[in-house]
T-cell receptor
Framework: DAGVIQSPRHEVTEMGQEVTLRCKPISGHNSLFWYRQTMMRGLELLIY????????DSGMPEDRFSAKMPNASFSTLKIQPSEPRDSAVYFC?????????????FGPGTRLTVT | AQSVTQPDIHITVSEGASLELRCNYS??????LFWYVQSPGQGLQLLLKYFSGDTLVQGIKGFEAEFKRSQSSFNLRKPSVHWSDAAEYFCAVGVQAGTALIFGKGTTLSVSS
């Protein structure tokens, strides 16, 4: 089975531009998570969804960030307008909740550079 | 609030030597516990997981971890390290299935020949 798929793998954009990151979770999984990794703050949760419904968005830095999950197989994370401090690696992870521990499986990440 | 501490930022181990990476957590009950490994430029790969049962759990790539409730620890071990084990290792805690994970800051493992 394919793992979590993220696109693009790398994104370089100028300050003020809109950035959209995409994620396709593992088929059949019912929870999806967006994390951000930086040297200073490590790995931190931005938002997560259960059954396509946002459950906790307390990690979203500010109104410039938004996330959607229109269906079980697709999610987007949008930054508008982008700022240099948004430069980081953004990971999407999915899990199957309801059986076992519900461990999370991570995608390869999107490395975002905002100049 | 829950927290995870990985006391060692960087560890160097000789190839063939044993390895132990430390992880301590802060949570009132037994959390869901995980170890992930991240190679440079890659995503996080799940090594092993624990919630209940035998406190010594086996994972992939020859890794194991032991849960010690009295010490709030979940240390990762490997009897003989290979050069390919060089990577960053993250301990993570979840308070229940399906919720977000809280990660430690990570331990970078270097393997010397």
């Amino acid at each position: 089975d394919a793992g979590v798929i993220q696109s693009p793998r790398h994104e370089v954009t100028e300050m003020g531009q809109e950035v959209t990151l995409r994620c396709k979770p593992i088929s059949g999984h019912n929870s999806l998570f967006w994390y951000r990794q930086t040297m200073m703050r490590g790995l931190e949760l931005l938002i997560y969804f259960n059954n396509n419904v946002p459950i906790d968005d307390s990690g979203m830095p500010e109104d410039r960030f938004s996330a959607k999950m229109p269906n079980a197989s697709f999610s987007t994370l949008k930054i508008q307008p982008s700022e240099p401090r948004d430069s980081a690696v953004y990971f999407c992870a999915s899990s199957l909740v309801g059986t076992g521990i519900g461990e999370q499986y991570f995608g390869p990440g999107t490395r975002l550079t905002v100049t | 609030a829950q927290s995870v501490t990985q006391p060692d930022i960087h560890i160097t181990v000789s190839e063939g030597a044993s390895l132990e990476l430390r992880c301590n957590y802060s949570y009132g009950a037994t959390p869901y516990l995980f170890w992930y490994v991240q190679s440079p430029g890659q995503g996080l790969q799940l090594l092993l997981k624990y919630f209940s049962g035998d406190t010594l759990v086996q994972g992939i790539k020859g890794f194991e971890a032991e849960f010690k409730r009295s010490q709030s620890s979940f240390n990762l071990r490997k009897p003989s390290v290979h050069w390919s084990d060089a990577a960053e290792y993250f301990c993570a805690v979840g308070v229940q299935a399906g919720t977000a994970l809280i990660f430690g800051k990570g331990t970078t493992l270097s393997v010397s020949s």
